[in-house]
């Protein structure tokens, strides 16, 4: 029974896929890689990888999702001038058998894999006792490969930057976004008032977890941010100006904390990233500790894209 | 009772599963946005209740339970919020993000 409802998602996601590259309209597009990202959640959630499934919900299929529908929106007046300057049709054909080329050799790669696939998963499970952490997944994303997971917190920060020198010169360092028109006792504002609490709570509630169950400060800081947003687009706060040093400060804070951790690290147990004796739960903790603001306020920041309103100094 | 709660189960889901039904073939057929947006929220707002209410004797803990009270509960204040705020856009003519 389990097996046919399976194959049916395996069909559903096939077809999804096919008809969001088929789309014509770029809006269409988007919510159809929406809709994907939620059936990919489910497939993580069939092959047991419930962190990966978090994540994929909250930032593969939402944040992410959001990120094209607001690029749609954006380049919805130019749409008709990108239609009327059709590529020809061998560049099209040319195109076409690049992506299948592409697909084929990563279809021959994951069907030549050896089987079992090699993994390392037997070998951090007898060392995560080390780390004091229940979770495998943050046992190796702060642990067995911080490297990796520091120089993800500082892209995001770069991609951040990146997203902010669209802006032209004369509203640099102003806020964000457009000015959202406040109604106080629209429907939106109730709701911007209702939901923040349950979303904190249930976001720190995601982070504070992670320790030992499926959760993480990644997933924790998608559902603030959203909060954060949502707050903002009922017009009950508005963005901070990114010239604000608060705002520059929390940006650089996580990834700060982390490396000096890791000196400490060089210094006290012979390398960068690694834990002394018996204060590797609590170090790791500090980590996730200090990422969440800085993660928040990236997503939250990405969002809202290139400031658009001049600040008055 | 573990048969009758068993059987409550089963009658509730493919209830809600019926509704689930009934709000995608209203999207599906219906002629225009607003009675779309009608059919879909209103039918899979129930569906979800009654998927909620049928697995509720299945949960191991109170607590379980009460986390499945929660999600309808957010979805019940979610769906109800999207969907007035589309409708409002459609109505005032703007088609809008």
Not at chain 1, 60 to 89: D, K, M, N, Q, Y
Not at chain 1, 103 to 113: D, M, S
Not at chain 1, 239 to 255: E, F, M, T
């Amino acid at each position: 029974m389990i097996e046919v409802l399976n194959l049916g998602l395996a069909a559903l996601i096939l077809g999804l896929a096919v008809w969001t590259v088929f789309a014509r309209e770029a809006p269409a597009a988007a919510v159809g890689f929406i809709v994907y990202g939620l059936l990919l959640t489910l497939v993580w959630l069939q092959l047991q990888g419930i962190d990966v499934a978090l994540t994929e919900a909250a930032i593969g299929g939402g944040l992410t999702g959001v990120l094209l529908i607001s690029a749609a929106v954006r380049l919805r007046r130019t749409e008709a001038a990108a239609r009327a300057e059709r590529p020809s049709t061998a560049t099209r054909w040319l195109a076409a058998a690049l992506s299948a080329a592409v697909t084929g050799a990563l279809a021959l790669c994951v069907i030549a894999l050896p089987e079992p696939a090699p993994t390392l998963a037997p070998e951090v499970l007898a060392n995560i006792a080390v780390t004091e952490v229940g979770n495998p997944i943050t046992a190796v994303l702060l642990a067995f490969r911080a490297m990796d997971t520091l120089l993800e917190a500082i892209v995001l920060v770069f991609a951040l930057i990146g997203v902010w020198s669209l802006a032209p010169d004369r509203v640099w360092g102003g806020r964000p976004g457009p000015l959202q028109p406040a109604d106080p006792n629209g429907m939106l504002a109730y709701v911007a008032r209702v939901l923040p609490p349950i979303g904190i709570v249930a976001g720190t509630y995601i982070f504070w977890i992670g320790a030992d169950h499926p959760g993480g400060k990644f997933q924790g800081a998608t559902i603030l941010a959203a909060m954060w947003l949502l707050v903002m687009m009922a017009g009950l706060a508005d963005a901070p100006p990114i010239s604000r040093s608060w705002v520059r400060w929390l940006l650089v804070a996580g990834p700060l904390a982390f490396i000096a951790i890791g000196i400490v690290g060089a210094v006290t147990a012979g390398a960068f990233l690694a834990y002394p004796q018996g204060f590797a739960k609590p170090l790791i903790l500090a980590i996730e500790f200090a990422l969440m603001p800085t993660l928040t306020l990236v997503l939250g920041l990405m969002l809202l894209g290139a400031p658009q309103r001049s600040e008055p100094p | 009772m573990n048969l009758f709660l068993d059987l409550w189960t089963v009658v509730a889901v493919v209830a809600g599963a019926f509704f689930f039904f009934a709000g995608t073939v209203g999207l599906l057929r219906f002629p225009d946005s607003l009675t779309r947006l009608h059919a879909l929220t209103k039918a899979d707002t129930l569906g979800l209740g009654l998927v909620v209410l049928g697995l509720l004797p299945q949960m191991d803990s109170v607590s379980a339970g009460l986390k499945l009270m929660c999600i309808w509960l957010l979805l019940l204040l979610s769906g109800a919020t999207a969907a007035q705020w589309i409708a409002r856009t459609l109505r005032q003519g703007n088609p809008g993000p």
